[in-house]
C-alpha cells in the first residue's frame, strides 16, 4: 500500500530560522503532490502543489517545495520563518490517475519570536 | 476555491449512541470525502460521496458503522453509528475541486472539521 512519511513529528525554530520539513512517499508510478498546513483553530489548507514540469514549485506565504523523483522526496522549505507560521503541516500524495489521498503524520512547527 | 461548513463543531458522546455529521458547501461539486483524523496520525479516509451513487467505503470501514447520505451537489452526512471511544476523533469533509470529478488535476478543500469525544 502506498505510504507517506514525514520524518519529524515536531520542529522548533526561531524567527527567521530556515525550514525544510521532509516527506517521502512509497509509490513508483506518476503522483501528484500535495502540501497542507493547518494553522491553530483553522482548517486545512492548501499550501502548494506539484502535478507535472518544474519540480520545484512555489507556493502562498514564501513556501516552496522541491519534487525528487529518485529519492521519491517533497520536501516544503521556506528560507525565512515568521511565528505566524506556526501550524501543521501534512504532506499528500495522489497516484496520477487517482482522486484519493493518503497523508503523512503531519508535522508541528513550532516558531518562538 | 470551495467555502464547506459542518455541524456540530464538536460533541461529545456517550457510547452505543450515533452521531450525524453535516457538511455543506458553497457550489455544485461532484465528489465528496469524508476522512478521519484521529489523535496524533494522519488523516484516513472512510469513504468517498458521489452523488446519486452508493457511497464507496475504504478498507477498514463499512456503510453499517458509517453510513453516508449524498442527497444533492451541495450537502451530505455521515453517521457514526453505535459509538464507542474507539471512534473518537476529528472528521473532516472535503469536495473535489472539478465540476467534472475525478481528474487528476484537481484538488481537495477540507471542512473545518467535527471534533468528537464518546465517553
Known amino acids: 500500500a502506498q505510504s507517506v512519511s514525514q520524518h519529524n513529528h515536531h520542529v522548533i525554530l526561531s524567527e527567521a530560522a530556515s525550514l525544510e520539513l521532509g516527506c517521502n512517499y512509497s509509490?513508483?508510478?506518476?503522483?501528484?503532490l500535495f502540501w497542507y498546513v493547518q494553522y491553530p483553530g483553522q482548517h486545512l489548507q492548501l499550501l502548494l502543489k506539484?502535478?507535472?514540469?518544474?519540480?520545484l514549485v512555489k507556493g502562498i506565504k514564501g513556501f516552496e517545495a522541491e519534487f525528487i523523483k529518485s529519492k521519491f522526496s517533497f520536501n516544503l522549505r521556506k528560507p525565512s520563518v515568521q511565528w505566524s507560521d506556526t501550524a501543521e503541516y501534512f504532506c499528500?500524495?495522489?497516484?496520477?490517475?487517482?482522486?484519493?489521498?493518503?497523508f503523512g503524520k503531519g508535522t508541528l512547527l513550532t516558531v518562538n519570536p | 476555491s470551495a467555502v464547506i461548513s459542518q455541524k456540530p463543531s464538536r460533541d461529545i458522546c456517550q457510547r452505543g449512541t450515533s452521531l450525524t455529521i453535516q457538511c455543506q458547501v458553497d457550489?455544485?461539486?461532484?465528489?465528496m470525502f469524508w476522512y478521519r483524523q484521529q489523535p496524533g496520525q494522519s488523516l484516513t479516509l472512510i469513504a468517498t460521496?458521489?452523488?446519486?451513487?452508493?457511497?464507496?467505503?475504504e478498507s477498514g470501514f463499512v456503510i453499517d458503522k458509517f453510513p453516508i447520505s449524498r442527497p444533492n451537489l451541495t450537502f451530505s452526512t455521515l453517521t457514526v453509528s453505535n459509538m464507542s471511544p474507539e471512534d473518537s476523533s476529528i472528521y473532516l469533509c472535503?469536495?473535489?475541486?472539478?465540476?467534472?470529478?475525478?481528474?487528476?488535476?484537481?484538488?481537495?478543500?477540507f471542512g473545518p472539521g467535527t471534533r468528537l469525544t464518546v465517553l
Open positions: 472535503s469536495v473535489d475541486s472539478g465540476t467534472s470529478g475525478g481528474s487528476y488535476r484537481n484538488e481537495q478543500f
Open positions: 499528500a500524495v495522489r497516484k496520477g490517475s487517482n482522486y484519493k489521498l493518503t
Open positions: 457550489s455544485q461539486v461532484t465528489m
Open positions: 509509490y513508483g508510478g506518476t503522483v501528484n
Open positions: 460521496a458521489n452523488q446519486g451513487s452508493e457511497a464507496t467505503y
Open positions: 506539484y502535478f507535472s514540469g518544474d519540480p
